[in-house]
C-alpha cells in the first residue's frame, strides 16, 4: 500500500535566502544538492532530518531571479511542518527573535498550528503533531531536539473539483477521508500525514512560478508498487507518466482531476546512495549525461553559503546581476554583458575558462524582445532605438556605481566583457559616460549610436574580436577606427568562424589579460 509523502517540492526565487529560511531558521538540515534532472542547469535542493527520510523531505528548485508565480487552484497551497505540540512557545519566540511575523497558534483539526511565510511568500504551517516523529532528528543547526522540525505534516490542495481530487488521493494513494472542517476535507495516510482537500471552486487558476508548489511526491516502498499505481493509473484513465530514475528514488508523474501534479517515488535508494551521512548535502551531483559538464556548471549555478558562513549581501539594484566567486579569487572582477537572449550566466563559463581565479558579475539586461532579454530596443537588425540606448546606457552606468560602492570594487581594476548587443552597449558607454570603463573586451561588436558624442579615451585599453563570416563583422573595423580616433588603445582579432563564441576567444583573451598584467 502506498503511505503517506515522500516529499515536497516547490519553487523558490533566491537561494541564499531559502537557505537561511529552511536551514537557518527552521533547522532543517540540507542533505542534497543536485543540478536539476529535467534542467541541468538549474539548481536543486533537499531538506530534510539528519538522514533525509523520505516523508522529511522538502526540497526546492532554483529560479534565480526568476518570474514570481501565482497560487491558485491545480496547486499545493501550503505546506505544513510537524514539531511536537509543546514547541509552539519556542517557535514563537525564534520567529521575534528572527524578526519574522506570525499567525496562531490556531487550531485547526484539533492542533495547535503557526502559520508562517517563507522568502517568497510560500505559507508555512508548524503542526503540533505528537506521533508524528522522524527516526532521525537533526539537531546539528542550533534548534533543540526536543522543538526540531520532525517530518512533513502534509500539505493543501487547492482544487475546483474537491470530491474528484479526494477520490483520486483515497483510490491511488492509500489516503482515508477523517474529517471536513468549512471548506476542507482532510485526507490521512497510514503514515499519519495529511492531504487537506480545500473546495478552491472561485478562486483563480494557480501559475507556475518562483513562490509556488510544483508537485507533492507520494510514498511507494519499491519500484514493484510503483508498476502497481503505475498500471492502475492507466486502468482508470489518468495520464501518468512513464518510470523515470532520479538517482535517489524511481518515480512516476500523474496530474490528479483538479490539476495539481502528483508524483510517486519509491523510498530507495534513498539520500545516502553517493553521500555518506556525516557529509550529507555538502557536495554538488550532476544527473547523468548533462547538457553542460560539471565545471561549467559549478561556474553558472548561483552559489549560496551555509547559516555562519561569510557570503555576498546582494543589493537591490536597477539590474539583475550574479556574482561568481572562485574557490580562491586572484582580487580580478569581469563585468559581463551578454547578448540577445542570453542571461547573467551566458558569458561565465566562457570567462572562467580565460580567467579561472577571476570573480565574475553578470548583468541582465532589462529590454526585452519577444521575451528574451536585451539591452536595449532593436527596430531592424542594423538600426536601434537611439534613445533606449542612452536611457539605458544611464542606467547600467549608475549601476556601476552603486556595485562599486555596494561591493567594494575597485573601477580601474574592473575589465568589462560583452558580446554582441552587450557589446555595443560598452562601446555606446564608451562615449555616454566616458572614463566609467577603462577596460574592455568587445565581442562581435559594431557601432549603433548615429551621433557620437566627443570622447577622450586615452588610458582606455580594449580588445576587439569579430568574426570572419559574421554578418555584423564588416562594421567592426569602423568600430575600431572610431576607438583609436578618440584615443583608446585597441587590440583586434579576427576569428575564422561566425557571430557564435567559442575557444578561439578563450584563447585571444588570454594573451590579452597577460598583456594586459604585464
Known amino acids: 500500500m502506498v503511505s503517506g509523502i515522500h516529499h515536497v517540492t516547490l519553487l523558490t526565487r533566491k537561494v541564499q535566502a531559502n537557505v537561511d529560511f529552511y536551514a537557518g531558521f527552521l533547522g532543517m538540515r540540507l542533505?542534497?544538492?543536485?543540478?536539476?534532472?529535467?534542467?541541468?542547469t538549474q539548481l536543486h535542493l533537499f531538506y530534510g532530518d539528519g538522514v533525509g527520510s523520505p516523508g522529511s523531505l522538502v526540497t526546492f528548485l532554483?529560479?534565480?531571479?526568476?518570474s514570481p508565480g501565482r497560487v491558485g487552484h491545480s496547486q499545493i497551497g501550503e505546506l505544513s511542518l510537524a514539531i511536537d505540540p509543546s514547541s509552539i512557545g519556542y517557535w514563537l519566540t525564534r520567529c521575534m527573535s528572527f524578526g519574522l511575523r506570525s499567525e496562531g497558534p490556531a487550531d485547526e483539526f484539533g492542533e495547535p498550528v503557526l502559520r508562517l511565510k517563507d522568502p517568497d511568500n510560500i505559507i508555512v504551517k508548524l503542526a503540533g503533531a505528537r506521533d508524528l516523529k522522524s527516526p532521525a532528528t537533526w539537531?546539528?543547526?542550533?534548534?533543540?531536539?526536543?522543538?526540531?522540525?520532525?517530518?512533513?505534516?502534509?500539505?493543501?490542495?487547492?482544487?475546483?473539483?474537491?470530491?474528484?481530487?479526494?477520490?483520486?488521493a483515497e483510490r491511488h494513494f492509500g489516503y482515508r477521508f477523517q474529517e471536513t472542517r468549512g471548506n476542507i476535507d482532510r485526507l490521512v495516510s497510514e503514515s499519519g500525514d495529511i492531504v487537506d482537500i480545500r473546495n478552491a471552486q472561485g478562486f483563480w487558476s494557480g501559475a507556475p512560478g518562483t513562490g509556488t508548489a510544483d508537485h507533492?511526491?507520494?510514498?511507494?516502498?519499491?519500484?514493484?508498487?510503483?508498476?502497481?499505481?503505475?498500471?492502475?493509473?492507466?486502468?482508470?484513465?489518468?495520464?501518468?507518466?512513464?518510470?523515470?530514475?532520479?538517482?535517489?528514488?524511481?518515480?512516476?508523474?500523474?496530474?490528479?482531476?483538479?490539476?495539481?501534479l502528483i508524483e510517486l517515488a519509491t523510498d530507495k535508494p534513498g539520500m545516502m546512495v553517493d553521500e555518506p551521512r556525516a557529509t550529507l548535502g555538502t557536495k554538488l551531483f550532476v544527473p547523468k549525461d548533462p547538457i553542460t559538464d560539471l565545471k561549467d556548471l559549478k561556474v553558472v549555478l548561483p552559489q549560496f553559503s551555509m547559516p555562519g558562513e561569510p557570503r555576498i549581501n546582494y543589493r537591490d539594484l536597477p539590474f539583475v546581476h550574479r556574482f561568481y566567486t572562485p574557490p580562491d579569487p586572484d582580487g580580478s572582477v569581469f563585468v559581463l554583458l551578454h547578448g540577445s537572449g542570453g542571461n547573467e550566466t551566458t558569458l561565465m563559463p566562457l570567462l572562467h575558462e580565460a580567467a579561472p581565479r577571476a570573480t565574475l558579475l553578470g548583468v541582465r539586461g532589462r529590454a526585452t524582445e519577444e521575451g528574451i532579454p536585451r539591452w536595449y530596443k532593436r527596430i531592424t537588425p542594423f538600426s536601434f532605438d537611439q534613445d533606449d540606448i542612452k536611457n539605458e546606457a544611464e542606467a547600467f552606468a549608475a549601476f556601476i556605481e552603486g556595485a562599486v560602492s555596494s561591493y567594494g570594487l575597485d573601477p580601474k581594476k574592473i575589465v568589462y566583457v560583452g558580446y554582441s548587443n552587450g557589446a555595443n552597449l560598452l562601446n555606446s558607454l564608451l562615449y555616454l559616460?566616458?572614463?566609467?570603463?577603462?577596460?574592455?573586451?568587445?565581442?562581435?561588436?559594431?557601432?549603433?549610436?548615429?551621433?557620437?558624442?566627443?570622447?577622450?579615451?586615452?588610458?582606455?585599453?580594449?580588445?576587439?574580436?569579430?568574426?570572419?563570416?559574421?554578418?555584423?563583422?564588416?562594421?567592426?573595423?569602423?568600430?575600431?577606427?572610431?576607438?583609436?580616433?578618440?584615443?583608446?588603445?585597441?587590440?583586434?582579432?579576427?576569428?575564422?568562424?561566425?557571430?557564435d563564441l567559442g575557444d578561439a576567444d578563450v584563447s585571444i583573451i588570454q594573451k590579452w589579460l597577460a598583456q594586459q598584467i604585464n
Do not use: C
Not at 31 to 40: I, L
Not at 222 to 249: C, I, M, P, W
Not at 450 to 479: E, M, N, Q, R
Open 216 to 260: 507533492v511526491a507520494f510514498r511507494a516502498v519499491d519500484e514493484k508498487q510503483l508498476h502497481k499505481v503505475h498500471d492502475a493509473l492507466k486502468e482508470s484513465g489518468a495520464s501518468a507518466t512513464n518510470l523515470h530514475d532520479r538517482k535517489y528514488f524511481e518515480s512516476l508523474y500523474a496530474r490528479e482531476p483538479g490539476g495539481t
Open 62 to 66: 532554483v529560479w534565480e531571479d526568476g
Open 433 to 499: 559616460h566616458p572614463n566609467l570603463v577603462h577596460k574592455a573586451v568587445l565581442l562581435r561588436s559594431m557601432p549603433v549610436l548615429k551621433d557620437y558624442p566627443h570622447a577622450d579615451l586615452k588610458g582606455t585599453d580594449l580588445l576587439v574580436i569579430s568574426g570572419k563570416t559574421d554578418a555584423y563583422g564588416k562594421y567592426a573595423s569602423d568600430l575600431e577606427t572610431r576607438l583609436k580616433q578618440s584615443g583608446a588603445t585597441v587590440d583586434s582579432d579576427v576569428i575564422a568562424g561566425g557571430h
Open 31 to 40: 542533505v542534497k544538492q543536485t543540478a536539476g534532472f529535467e534542467d541541468a
Open 139 to 168: 539537531d546539528g543547526a542550533g534548534v533543540p531536539v526536543e522543538h526540531a522540525i520532525q517530518r512533513v505534516r502534509g500539505v493543501t490542495m487547492l482544487t475546483e473539483k474537491p470530491a474528484e481530487s479526494r477520490d483520486f
